[in-house]
Structure formats: C-alpha cells, structure tokens
Nanobody, 119 residues
Framework: QVQLVESGGGLVQPGGSLRLSCAASGSIFSINAMGWYRQAPGKQRELVATTTSGGSTNYADSVKGRFTITRANARNTVTLQMLSLKPEDTAVYYC?????????????WGQGTQVTVSS
C-alpha cells in the first residue's frame, strides 16, 4: 500500500509563505496523481490543488495565483508552495493520493499538518 507523510506546517503572519511537502512510500508501482486538501474547524474538507504525472494541475479558486503544487521527478514527493498567506488559509492540510491513481483500488491520506496564519 501507500503511506503518506506530510511536513512543513507551522505558524506564519499574513502575507507570509510556507512550503508543505508530502512523501509517499510503500509498495508502489506508480502514482498517477497526488493532491492537497485542507479542513478548518467546523468546515468540510476541501480540495486545494492536484497534479498528475502528465503535468496537469488544478487549483481551488481561493488559492489560484498564490499556491503552487509541484511533483518531483521521482513521483514519490509532492510539494505545495504557499505564498501571500491569509488568515482564511488556516487549516489542517492533508496530502492525498486519489482513487484510481494507483493499482490498489482505494485512496490514501496523510496524517495532516497544521497551518496557522495569524498576526
């Protein structure tokens, strides 16, 4: 199966930057897509950004122009560069390998990493 480990969360001021990373490990033949989701208290988990092995990317409207998702050439690591952070970006951020992205027939989630944007 796939194990996902996230890192890079922390406390930053509004307008600041953070880079999150997610490393995938396990018995993996290939991972065709990876993504980031986030969840704030009392809210539904929402998609932040996704990327595929073909190089396509998708971003939530709320982060377009500020966040960048990047896939490493080895395809076992994905990063989320977050610029111009706003207080509303505060959430737990989760790495995701979606259903259909591997041969395992299920999706995978990381443990989450806290991002707090506050003065």
């Amino acid at each position: 199966q796939v194990q996902l480990v996230e890192s890079g969360g922390g406390l930053v001021q509004p307008g600041g930057s953070l880079r999150l990373s997610c490393a995938a490990s396990g018995s993996i033949f290939s991972i065709n897509a990876m993504g980031w989701y986030r969840q704030a208290p009392g809210k539904q988990r929402e998609l932040v950004a996704t990327t595929t092995s073909g190089g396509s990317t998708n971003y939530a409207d709320s982060v377009k122009g500020r966040f960048t998702i990047t896939r490493a050439n080895a395809r076992n690591t994905v990063t989320l560069q977050m610029l111009s952070l706003k207080p509303e970006d505060t959430a737990v951020y989760y790495c995701n390998v979606p259903l259909g992205a591997t041969h395992w027939g299920r999706e995978f989630w990381g443990q989450g990493t806290q991002v707090t944007v506050s003065s």
